[in-house]
Protein backbone atom coordinates (compact mmCIF):
# COMPACT_ATOMS: atom_id res chain seq x y z
CA UNK A 1 0.00 0.00 0.00
CA UNK A 2 2.94 2.17 0.71
CA UNK A 3 4.89 1.45 -2.46
CA UNK A 4 3.65 0.99 -5.94
CA UNK A 5 0.70 2.84 -5.45
CA UNK A 6 1.52 5.94 -3.98
CA UNK A 7 4.31 5.91 -6.17
CA UNK A 8 1.74 5.53 -8.94
CA UNK A 9 -0.51 8.38 -7.58
CA UNK A 10 2.55 10.92 -7.43
CA UNK A 11 3.43 9.74 -11.12
CA UNK A 12 -0.30 10.57 -12.33
CA UNK A 13 -0.64 14.19 -10.57
CA UNK A 14 2.69 14.65 -12.28
CA UNK A 15 1.85 14.01 -16.17
CA UNK A 16 -1.73 16.08 -15.48
CA UNK A 17 1.08 18.77 -14.90
CA UNK A 18 3.07 18.14 -17.65
CA UNK A 19 0.86 18.00 -20.40
CA UNK A 20 -1.00 21.04 -19.62
CA UNK A 21 0.38 23.43 -21.37
CA UNK A 22 3.24 26.42 -20.93
CA UNK A 23 5.29 25.76 -18.68
CA UNK A 24 6.85 27.99 -15.38
CA UNK A 25 9.00 26.53 -12.30
CA UNK A 26 7.54 27.65 -9.28
CA UNK A 27 8.19 27.35 -5.86
CA UNK A 28 6.25 30.03 -3.12
CA UNK A 29 3.86 30.58 -0.49
CA UNK A 30 -0.06 30.89 -1.29
CA UNK A 31 0.39 34.13 0.76
CA UNK A 32 1.93 36.05 -2.70
CA UNK A 33 1.12 37.39 -5.46
CA UNK A 34 0.44 34.36 -8.34
CA UNK A 35 2.02 36.12 -11.31
CA UNK A 36 4.61 34.83 -13.85
CA UNK A 37 7.35 38.25 -13.18
CA UNK A 38 10.84 37.95 -12.38
CA UNK A 39 11.02 38.71 -8.84
CA UNK A 40 13.13 38.09 -5.07
CA UNK A 41 10.45 37.71 -2.44
CA UNK A 42 11.38 37.53 1.32
CA UNK A 43 9.19 36.42 4.27
CA UNK A 44 9.44 36.04 7.82
CA UNK A 45 7.62 34.18 10.61
CA UNK A 46 7.32 34.92 14.09
CA UNK A 47 5.70 32.25 15.87
CA UNK A 48 3.66 33.37 19.56
CA UNK A 49 3.86 31.31 22.69
CA UNK A 50 2.26 31.73 26.40
CA UNK A 51 5.57 29.95 27.45
CA UNK A 52 8.09 32.62 28.42
CA UNK A 53 11.79 31.61 27.29
CA UNK A 54 11.91 32.11 23.79
CA UNK A 55 14.21 34.97 22.39
CA UNK A 56 12.79 37.91 19.90
CA UNK A 57 14.66 36.55 16.85
CA UNK A 58 12.97 33.21 17.09
CA UNK A 59 11.15 32.23 13.87
CA UNK A 60 11.88 31.21 10.06
CA UNK A 61 12.54 33.23 7.21
CA UNK A 62 12.57 32.85 3.03
CA UNK A 63 14.30 33.95 0.57
CA UNK A 64 12.86 33.15 -2.92
CA UNK A 65 13.65 33.90 -6.51
CA UNK A 66 11.82 33.81 -9.76
CA UNK A 67 13.48 34.45 -13.18
CA UNK A 68 11.89 33.38 -16.72
CA UNK A 69 13.63 31.39 -18.76
CA UNK A 70 11.88 31.49 -22.23
CA UNK A 71 8.28 30.67 -21.55
CA UNK A 72 9.49 28.71 -18.22
CA UNK A 73 9.54 30.48 -15.02
CA UNK A 74 12.91 29.19 -12.52
CA UNK A 75 12.69 29.54 -9.18
CA UNK A 76 14.49 28.95 -6.07
CA UNK A 77 13.55 29.15 -2.66
CA UNK A 78 15.76 28.71 0.64
CA UNK A 79 14.11 28.62 4.17
CA UNK A 80 16.24 29.67 7.40
CA UNK A 81 14.90 29.14 10.72
CA UNK A 82 16.51 30.35 14.05
CA UNK A 83 15.36 29.12 17.84
CA UNK A 84 16.78 30.57 21.18
CA UNK A 85 15.20 29.37 24.19
CA UNK A 86 16.77 30.26 27.86
CA UNK A 87 15.08 28.74 31.32
CA UNK A 88 15.94 29.93 34.59
CA UNK A 89 14.83 29.17 38.22
CA UNK A 90 16.70 28.85 41.66
CA UNK A 91 17.82 24.70 40.53
CA UNK A 92 19.07 24.89 37.58
CA UNK A 93 19.69 27.42 34.07
CA UNK A 94 19.24 25.95 30.67
CA UNK A 95 20.31 28.24 27.32
CA UNK A 96 20.23 26.99 24.02
CA UNK A 97 20.47 28.57 20.63
CA UNK A 98 20.04 26.92 17.29
CA UNK A 99 20.38 28.38 13.62
CA UNK A 100 20.51 26.65 10.21
CA UNK A 101 19.07 26.03 7.16
CA UNK A 102 16.17 23.91 5.92
CA UNK A 103 15.66 22.36 2.83
CA UNK A 104 15.78 24.24 -0.41
CA UNK A 105 12.72 23.82 -2.80
CA UNK A 106 12.62 23.93 -6.64
CA UNK A 107 9.40 22.94 -8.52
CA UNK A 108 7.54 23.37 -12.10
CA UNK A 109 4.18 24.91 -12.36
CA UNK A 110 2.62 24.36 -15.47
CA UNK A 111 -0.68 26.64 -16.66
CA UNK A 112 -3.24 25.90 -19.02
CA UNK A 113 -3.09 28.69 -21.90
CA UNK A 114 -5.92 31.14 -21.09
CA UNK A 115 -7.15 29.53 -18.17
CA UNK A 116 -7.35 30.16 -14.47
CA UNK A 117 -5.84 26.03 -13.33
CA UNK A 118 -2.58 25.68 -13.50
CA UNK A 119 -0.63 22.69 -11.37
CA UNK A 120 3.00 22.34 -9.36
CA UNK A 121 5.08 20.02 -9.65
CA UNK A 122 8.37 20.32 -6.86
CA UNK A 123 10.48 18.86 -4.12
CA UNK A 124 12.52 19.95 -1.16
CA UNK A 125 16.15 18.56 -1.18
CA UNK A 126 16.79 17.20 2.43
CA UNK A 127 19.62 19.28 3.62
CA UNK A 128 17.95 20.31 7.31
CA UNK A 129 19.66 18.94 10.06
CA UNK A 130 18.39 16.04 12.71
CA UNK A 131 21.38 17.87 15.75
CA UNK A 132 19.02 20.99 15.83
CA UNK A 133 15.34 19.74 16.89
CA UNK A 134 14.36 22.69 18.43
CA UNK A 135 14.54 24.58 15.61
CA UNK A 136 13.46 21.78 13.75
CA UNK A 137 10.47 22.17 15.93
CA UNK A 138 9.92 25.86 15.64
CA UNK A 139 10.07 25.27 11.97
CA UNK A 140 7.43 22.61 11.47
CA UNK A 141 5.14 24.17 13.93
CA UNK A 142 5.40 27.80 12.65
CA UNK A 143 3.57 27.23 9.46
CA UNK A 144 1.32 24.25 8.38
CA UNK A 145 2.08 25.12 4.91
CA UNK A 146 5.77 24.92 4.95
CA UNK A 147 6.27 22.26 7.77
CA UNK A 148 7.95 20.28 5.19
CA UNK A 149 10.76 22.78 4.60
CA UNK A 150 11.96 21.77 8.33
CA UNK A 151 12.01 18.02 8.56
CA UNK A 152 14.95 15.87 8.18
CA UNK A 153 16.53 13.04 6.64
CA UNK A 154 13.33 12.74 4.23
CA UNK A 155 12.51 13.84 0.69
CA UNK A 156 9.57 15.95 -0.15
CA UNK A 157 7.89 15.54 -3.73
CA UNK A 158 4.41 17.95 -4.32
CA UNK A 159 1.92 17.58 -7.08
CA UNK A 160 -0.40 20.13 -6.89
CA UNK A 161 -3.51 21.65 -8.49
CA UNK A 162 -4.77 25.05 -8.86
CA UNK A 163 -7.68 27.03 -9.49
CA UNK A 164 -6.79 30.75 -9.46
CA UNK A 165 -9.14 33.28 -10.48
CA UNK A 166 -9.69 37.42 -10.50
CA UNK A 167 -13.18 38.90 -11.23
CA UNK A 168 -13.39 42.29 -12.94
CA UNK A 169 -14.84 43.62 -9.19
CA UNK A 170 -11.59 42.21 -7.76
CA UNK A 171 -12.62 39.05 -5.91
CA UNK A 172 -9.72 36.59 -5.62
CA UNK A 173 -10.88 32.76 -5.27
CA UNK A 174 -8.25 30.37 -5.33
CA UNK A 175 -8.19 26.47 -4.56
CA UNK A 176 -5.38 24.38 -4.59
CA UNK A 177 -4.85 20.43 -3.45
CA UNK A 178 -2.76 17.34 -4.54
CA UNK A 179 -0.64 14.31 -3.53
CA UNK A 180 2.75 15.30 -1.03
CA UNK A 181 5.22 12.24 -1.21
CA UNK A 182 7.56 11.68 1.95
CA UNK A 183 10.72 9.54 0.40
CA UNK A 184 12.51 8.66 4.06
CA UNK A 185 16.48 9.21 3.05
CA UNK A 186 17.82 7.10 6.20
CA UNK A 187 14.87 4.56 6.55
CA UNK A 188 16.00 1.59 9.50
CA UNK A 189 14.33 -1.63 9.42
CA UNK A 190 11.43 -0.22 11.61
CA UNK A 191 11.03 3.14 9.36
CA UNK A 192 8.72 3.26 6.46
CA UNK A 193 10.09 3.81 3.29
CA UNK A 194 7.48 6.62 2.38
CA UNK A 195 4.42 8.37 3.10
CA UNK A 196 1.96 9.85 1.56
CA UNK A 197 -0.34 13.01 2.57
CA UNK A 198 -3.00 15.21 0.80
CA UNK A 199 -2.41 19.24 0.66
CA UNK A 200 -5.49 21.58 -0.06
CA UNK A 201 -6.49 24.75 0.75
CA UNK A 202 -8.91 27.27 -0.14
CA UNK A 203 -8.69 31.00 -0.33
CA UNK A 204 -10.94 34.07 -0.73
CA UNK A 205 -9.62 37.39 -1.33
CA UNK A 206 -10.30 41.22 -2.55
CA UNK A 207 -8.19 43.58 -4.48
CA UNK A 208 -8.63 46.97 -5.10
CA UNK A 209 -5.87 48.94 -6.56
CA UNK A 210 -2.90 48.50 -5.24
CA UNK A 211 -4.41 46.88 -1.82
CA UNK A 212 -4.92 43.26 -1.98
CA UNK A 213 -6.43 41.41 1.76
CA UNK A 214 -6.42 37.48 1.50
CA UNK A 215 -8.13 34.93 3.71
CA UNK A 216 -7.93 31.03 3.81
CA UNK A 217 -8.21 27.59 5.47
CA UNK A 218 -5.02 25.26 4.65
CA UNK A 219 -4.68 21.58 5.69
CA UNK A 220 -3.25 18.23 4.89
CA UNK A 221 -4.16 14.87 5.60
CA UNK A 222 -2.18 11.55 5.76
CA UNK A 223 -3.51 8.92 3.85
CA UNK A 224 -1.26 6.11 4.73
CA UNK A 225 -1.05 5.04 8.88
CA UNK A 226 -4.64 2.92 8.16
CA UNK A 227 -5.02 2.92 12.68
CA UNK A 228 -5.63 6.49 12.69
CA UNK A 229 -8.60 8.53 12.87
CA UNK A 230 -9.74 11.23 10.46
CA UNK A 231 -8.79 13.88 13.64
CA UNK A 232 -5.44 12.37 13.56
CA UNK A 233 -4.92 12.13 10.18
CA UNK A 234 -5.83 16.30 9.56
CA UNK A 235 -4.11 19.20 10.47
CA UNK A 236 -5.56 22.72 9.95
CA UNK A 237 -4.90 26.42 10.14
CA UNK A 238 -6.76 30.02 8.97
CA UNK A 239 -4.52 32.42 7.40
CA UNK A 240 -4.91 36.58 6.76
CA UNK A 241 -3.05 38.68 4.75
CA UNK A 242 -2.55 41.90 3.46
CA UNK A 243 -0.32 43.34 1.19
CA UNK A 244 -0.01 47.34 -0.55
CA UNK A 245 1.78 47.62 -3.56
CA UNK A 246 4.43 50.66 -3.99
CA UNK A 247 5.37 50.30 -7.96
CA UNK A 248 7.47 47.04 -8.28
CA UNK A 249 7.53 46.50 -4.45
CA UNK A 250 4.95 44.78 -1.84
CA UNK A 251 4.92 44.65 1.12
CA UNK A 252 2.63 42.52 3.36
CA UNK A 253 1.49 41.33 6.50
CA UNK A 254 -0.22 38.04 7.74
CA UNK A 255 -1.28 36.27 10.69
CA UNK A 256 -1.55 32.55 11.14
CA UNK A 257 -4.12 30.62 13.49
CA UNK A 258 -3.57 26.87 14.13
CA UNK A 259 -6.91 24.58 14.89
CA UNK A 260 -5.28 21.73 15.89
CA UNK A 261 -5.00 20.88 19.68
CA UNK A 262 -1.52 19.29 19.86
CA UNK A 263 -0.40 23.03 17.84
CA UNK A 264 -2.13 25.90 19.87
CA UNK A 265 -0.09 23.74 23.10
CA UNK A 266 3.35 24.69 21.52
CA UNK A 267 2.49 27.99 19.74
CA UNK A 268 -0.86 30.23 19.86
CA UNK A 269 -0.44 31.76 16.53
CA UNK A 270 2.05 32.89 13.94
CA UNK A 271 3.24 36.50 13.26
CA UNK A 272 4.32 36.94 9.18
CA UNK A 273 5.97 39.82 7.36
CA UNK A 274 6.89 39.70 3.67
CA UNK A 275 8.60 41.64 0.89
CA UNK A 276 7.98 41.13 -3.01
CA UNK A 277 10.40 43.17 -5.54
CA UNK A 278 9.51 42.69 -9.04
CA UNK A 279 12.49 43.03 -11.30
CA UNK A 280 12.92 44.32 -14.87
Request: aromatic share 12%; hydrophobic share 40%; charged share 20%.
Amino acid sequence: MKTKTHVFMILIAMVMVFTMGSSSLKAQSIWLSNNDGKSISLEGFKPIYDEEGYSFSTGTFSLGFRFPIGKSLLVAELPYVHAAYKFESPYFNMSLSESGIGNPYIGLQQRVSNSSTFGEVGLRIPLASEDKWLANMIGIYTDLDCQEAFVPHWLPITAMLNYWKKSDSGLIFRLRGGPLLWINTEKSEFDDSMELLMKYSAQIGYESGQVRLLGGLIGRMIVTEGDLNISERTAHQLGFSASVGFGNIRPGILILLPLEEEIKEVINYTLGVNLEVTLP
